[in-house]
T-cell receptor, first 112, second 116 residues
């Protein structure tokens, strides 16, 4: 059974810092990995999707990497801003199914 | 519509009451998913529809949970005889194609169910 773990569970940083969120998964037979953002009381917003054949994806200040063989992904946020404060969720899509398996998330707070 | 719409946004139910949660996916989206998110946890898969066919219901926690999508668009998640452990946010997501690998999902804002 696929399990996804995210570290740290919570993170508080001053504005302007670069930061890294970590995600690990137990079964490397994945089709893709996605990073989502969730604001309080809101649904999930897709940030980056990395196919299993890719090593990284970039969007603006966000960069996500994937090491499928070791079961790890990182989300790098450059020059953090208070508006980045949210919960960040990592999810993997297995090779043989349509269901996403999520981690519990990292709660990020960027202080101004 | 422009996004995935869920209603109601909030629902308080007395233990033992039946509830129905609605999801309006993006028009034309083939795939529809229901997830359950407990407080402080990531979403967990409940069930998957491709058009009107329920292809996977392996995540439904008990036979009190029932989902339908009779015309391949709007979906309803029904919970009978609600219990306190059913309290969670119920998220709906849709995707344009059956295989979501390249297109990803669009999630709704969810329905927060509180059973008292």
């Amino acid at each position: 059974k696929q399990e996804v773990t995210q570290i740290p569970a919570a993170l508080s940083v001053p504005e302007g810092e670069n930061l890294v969120l970590n995600c690990s998964f137990t079964d490397s037979a994945i089709y893709n990995l996605q990073w989502f953002r969730q604001d309080p009381g809101k649904g999930l917003t897709s940030l980056l999707l990395i196919q299993s054949s890719q090593r990284e994806q970039t969007s603006g200040r966000l960069n996500a990497s994937l090491d499928k063989s070791s079961g790890r992904s990182t989300l790098y946020i450059a020059a953090s801003q208070p508006g980045d404060s949210a919960t960040y969720l990592c999810a993997v899509l297995g090779e043989y199914g349509n269901k996403l398996v999520f981690g519990a998330g990292t709660i990020l707070r960027v202080k101004s | 519509g422009a996004g995935v719409s869920q209603s109601p946004r909030y629902k308080v139910a007395k233990r033992g009451q039946d509830v129905a949660l609605r999801c309006d996916p993006i028009s034309g989206h083939v795939s529809l998913f229901w997830y359950q998110q407990a407080l402080g946890q990531g979403p967990e898969f409940l069930t998957y529809f491709q058009n009107e066919a329920q292809l996977d219901k392996s995540g439904l926690p008990s036979d009190r949970f029932f989902a339908e999508r009779p015309e391949g668009s709007v979906s309803t998640l029904k919970i009978q005889r609600t219990q306190q452990e059913d309290s969670a946010v119920y998220l709906c997501a849709s995707s344009l194609v059956p295989w979501t690998a390249n297109y990803g999902y669009t999630f709704g804002s969810g329905t927060r169910l509180t059973v008292v």
